[in-house]
């Protein structure tokens, strides 16, 4: 009970002294307390999720206090710990934890570090909220904190407009999803006449066809409803296609957010809350079937965008998203287990993609385009191998005759296995997963072959030039322009070292209690046995299309990177509008701009221009100014300062008054 306490509040109290003392406490202070709380955290999270895979410990909610009572609404503040927490507790304390420390070097001339390790802490203790809510209420309580620090580090560095615009769209699209989630709850709780989390999912089953719910004039399935209402909130948090275009633009606030928010906890609580509520989902098909719509196109989206991106920390977010359409298509055929082992994989080489990312931008002296980079691998070899060891996981690297892999190897061929078991949309969604696992390869070794082999192209960098004070034309044949990238200080490898042994070996050790084990999550998600087993059925051939995929890959890549590099821009040449459609994301920015940007902004004109000021300030505040300005000019011309006016005019009040009383 007290260890779930430290971990949800110490980040909490961190987050509070670091903010509230800021620089009073001074940079090393703030970094110190705020690391050691989640260290703190991290180090009692593991034990919990250990007693879990050992199946000696059982569901336990820890109250915290009252907190509403109102009605027929009663519920307290309580924090509930099972097997699906204690798998997001290690995975948000851990990756929390291991930022925290690399921000020491990333952040290290920044002169707003107390603030940042702040934001990071408070973040952490919003998630951390979430995940062990024992109520809907609760739950959105953290859903909606994780936003605010969301909005708070993607503009950290606010003085960049750039940074503003990319905060304020990840808020408001994420409002967008957070309405539908609210409906949801209402809905729920209209239904069930209870927020408690428990009490719902036991209830869910028999409620699967039993009613309809009256729906904008419509009577429409209850469970459907409500399941694609909480979803439409899963989907603006989780970046699915519709409500994504926030999460690339995200990338403006400092690599280290990247790496925590968007790759490994934010994004994933779209998967947590859908998994947490899989027994409603269960009785719910039809929502079930759009779950697996949205996470197939999503996963195909996302990943034919990333392979035109030339930001490297763009091109792994694009990655992000397809990876989170992955564990939805899982989550809709009824794999809530393997969905959540793609998401416990996930945290680890995303993560370390993201900080090894970091790492290349810290040596590269803040350029993130890959076009300006090469030959990378023999000056910074630990941040190569770190990134190495996320590439190999990323793309699922692995042999199944062997029984051994890197990390995605076993989760994301567990969802594609599964999927091409389950039949139905899960046949559709197989296919979908096998062509973004060749995407996925051919992205990820590109970036790596941009990256870290080939002849250097620093010197075309402005950031490059302006750190060596000299031009292409000043360095002539020396493409360096006689810059010597460095390796990243140990703060930041000494995360880049852990998260390279979560990418080797999580799959490896974890693959058993995730996917075939029911005792091992204990009712904490619906559990599908016969799923599960089919799984495993499958024909040789599917076992090992990730494989021949991701070789097809990584030949692809490295044809047209290493063997011949003018094979890429005669492909974009022939492609043309492909290239350019793929390119420009989908058009989906445009499309809103068009749809809902202009038209809102032209809206708060009008309504600025004609209703605030030309209506309700003419008439109002302005409208009485001008009666009281023009009323004292006239009252004013009584004020003659002679006393036979004076006199003139009492004596016409007098006369006034007296004809009042007698007439």
Request: glycine share 10%; charged share 10%; with cysteine.
């Amino acid at each position: 009970m007290n260890s779930i306490l430290i971990i949800v509040f110490a980040p909490l109290l961190a987050a509070i002294i670091a903010g509230l003392g800021n620089r009073a406490i001074g940079n090393v202070a703030a970094k110190s307390i705020t690391t050691g709380a989640l260290f703190l955290a991290c180090g009692l999270s593991w034990p919990i999720f250990i007693d879990f895979l050992s199946g000696s410990e059982t569901a336990t909610v820890v109250p915290v206090m009252k907190w509403v009572e109102s009605g027929a609404m009663s519920f307290d503040w309580a924090l509930r710990v099972d097997t699906l927490t204690a798998v997001m507790l290690v995975v948000i304390t851990t990756v929390s934890a291991l930022v925290h420390l690399y921000s020491w070097g990333y952040m290290e001339e920044d002169p707003d570090q107390p603030r940042f390790f702040a934001y990071l802490s408070l973040f952490t203790f919003a998630m951390l909220m979430l995940v062990t809510a024992d109520n809907l209420v609760q739950m959105f309580f953290g859903w909606e904190g994780v936003g605010l620090a969301s909005y708070l580090l993607i503009g950290f560095w606010y003085k960049k407009p750039s940074a503003n615009a990319a905060a304020i769209k990840a808020f408001v699209v994420n409002r967008v999803g957070d309405l539908g989630f609210m409906l949801g709850i209402f809905g729920t709780f209209l239904v069930f006449q209870t927020t408690s989390i428990p009490a719902i999912l036991e209830a869910a089953p028999a409620m699967e066809g039993a009613s309809s719910i009256g729906f904008m004039g419509m009577r429409l399935d209850t469970m459907t409803i409500l399941c694609l209402l909480l979803f439409i909130g899963a989907m603006g948090k989780s970046a699915q296609l519709g409500l994504h275009t926030w999460l690339p633009d995200a990338m403006e606030g400092p690599t280290p957010v990247s790496a925590l928010i968007h790759a490994a906890t934010m994004v994933t609580a779209g998967v947590f809350m859908v998994c947490r509520l899989s027994p409603m989902f269960e009785a719910a098909p039809v929502a079930l079937a759009f779950v697996t719509i949205i996470g197939a196109a999503t996963c195909l989206f996302a990943a034919t965008v990333g392979t035109t991106q030339w930001d490297i920390k763009r091109v792994i977010a694009y990655s992000t998203c397809s990876q989170l359409g992955y564990m939805f298509f899982a989550a809709g055929v009824g794999a809530y287990g393997a969905a959540m082992f793609h998401l416990f994989t996930h945290a680890f080489f995303k993560a370390l993609l993201f900080l090894g990312a970091g790492s290349v931008i810290h040596a590269m002296h803040h350029e993130q385009d890959m076009r300006y980079y090469g030959g990378l691998r023999k000056h910074i070899p630990l941040t190569f191998w770190a990134m190495m060891m996320g590439t190999l996981a990323i793309t699922g690297v692995g042999i199944y005759d062997l029984h051994a892999g890197f990390a995605g190897f076993w989760s994301k061929d567990a969802i594609l296995e599964v999927s091409y078991a389950a039949g139905g949309h899960g046949t559709g969604a197989f296919w979908v997963g096998v062509f973004a696992a060749l995407l996925t390869s051919f992205y990820s070794w590109r970036l790596m072959f941009l990256t870290f082999w080939g002849k250097p192209r620093w010197i075309e960098s402005e950031h490059i030039q302006h750190s060596v004070h000299k031009t292409p034309e000043e360095a002539g044949e020396d493409t360096t322009g006689g810059y010597h990238p460095h390796e990243s200080p140990l703060s930041m490898l000494i995360p880049l070292g852990v998260l390279s042994i979560g990418a080797i070996a999580a799959g490896q050790v974890f693959a058993g209690n995730f996917l075939d084990s029911a005792d091992f999550w204990n009712g904490s998600i619906a559990y599908n046995a016969e799923l599960m087993h089919a799984m495993h059925e499958v024909p040789w051939w599917v076992k090992n299309t990730a494989l021949l995929v991701m070789l097809l890959g990584l030949f692809g890549a490295w044809l047209a990177y290493i063997r011949n590099t003018d094979i890429p821009r005669q492909t974009t040449q022939q492609l043309g509008a492909i290239y350019n459609f793929v390119y420009n994301k989908w058009y989906f920015d445009e499309l809103y701009n068009l749809l809902f940007v202009k038209p809102a902004f032209w809206l708060g004109r009008v309504l600025w221009k004609r209703g605030d000021e030309g209506t309700i300030n003419r008439f109002g505040p302005d409208g009485a100014a001008w009666l009281v300005s023009q009323g004292s000019v006239y009252a004013k011309r009584f004020q003659s300062g002679q006393m036979t006016s004076y006199a003139l005019i009492m004596l016409i009040g007098l006369v006034a008054a007296i004809t009042w009383v007698l007439f």
